[in-house]
């Protein structure tokens, strides 16, 4: 069966430090790939989502950048964070349109 | 580009009273459309889906229909639980190439017995 992990669970960083969170998923091949924010009040934001090794597309101008260095590795990347990252950060994977997306237990990352 | 648009919460009913929560989609091509909720403390889940007009997707006693002519796909259920209770997302797939998938921002259901 499926899974996929994301660690960690809970993050404190200051401001302007770096950031890498990272997300695997077990037993499927080339899956699609996404990082989610979940910020208080303001839903659910797609920021990078990624079709195969290398194929990142991001969806909103950030702080962040995403990696896809192998085909069920997505990790997520800060070289100075900025308060305003602070957040839930949420990756998932699906094996395309029509089907069911499937999410990690996320990551809170507080930016002090 | 493609977007979701979810009425705001929180939505707050009495257990047993009938639960509807609009969404609202824009898209390029013909999206499939997905209702996620997120309980308290878990992760997203798929509630339900439809992958083209007029399909009525249905699970755990919700339901939504595509629905072209409105683009709309409103989730509703006839008599509400406690345990009911989450964040429920509206979303779309885009199937012009990209894959992604589009959230709206949520609503938050909240039941009181």
């Known amino acids: 069966s499926q899974t996929i992990h994301q660690w960690p669970a809970t993050l404190v960083q200051p401001v302007g430090s770096p950031l890498s969170l990272e997300c695997t998923v077990e037993g499927t091949s080339n899956p699609n790939l996404y990082w989610y924010r979940q910020a208080a009040g303001r839903g659910l934001q797609l920021l990078f989502y990624?079709?195969?090794?290398?194929?990142i597309s991001s969806e909103v101008p950030q702080n962040l950048s995403a990696s896809r260095p192998q085909d069920r590795q997505f990790i997520l990347s800060s070289k100075k964070l900025l308060l305003s990252d602070s957040g839930f950060y949420l990756c998932?994977?699906?094996?395309?349109?029509?089907?069911?997306?499937?999410f990690g237990q996320g990551t809170r990352l507080t930016v002090v | 580009g493609d977007s979701v648009t979810q009425m705001e919460g929180p939505v707050t009913l009495s257990e047993e009273a009938f639960l509807t929560i609009n969404c609202t989609y824009t898209a390029t091509g013909y999206p499939s459309l997905f209702w996620y909720v997120q309980y308290p403390g878990e992760g997203l889940q798929l509630l339900l889906k439809?992958?083209?007009?007029?399909d009525k997707g249905s699970n755990k006693g919700f339901e939504a229909t595509y629905r072209k002519e409105t683009t709309s796909f409103h989730l509703e259920k006839g008599s509400v639980q406690v345990s009911d209770s989450a964040v429920y997302f509206c979303?779309?797939?885009?199937?012009?190439?990209?894959?992604?998938?589009?959230f709206g921002t949520g609503t938050r259901l909240q039941v009181f017995p």
């Open positions: 998932a994977w699906s094996k395309g349109v029509d089907t069911e997306a499937f």
């Open positions: 439809a992958t083209k007009a007029d």
């Open positions: 990624s079709v195969g090794i290398g194929q």
């Open positions: 979303a779309l797939s885009d199937q012009v190439g990209t894959d992604k998938l589009i």
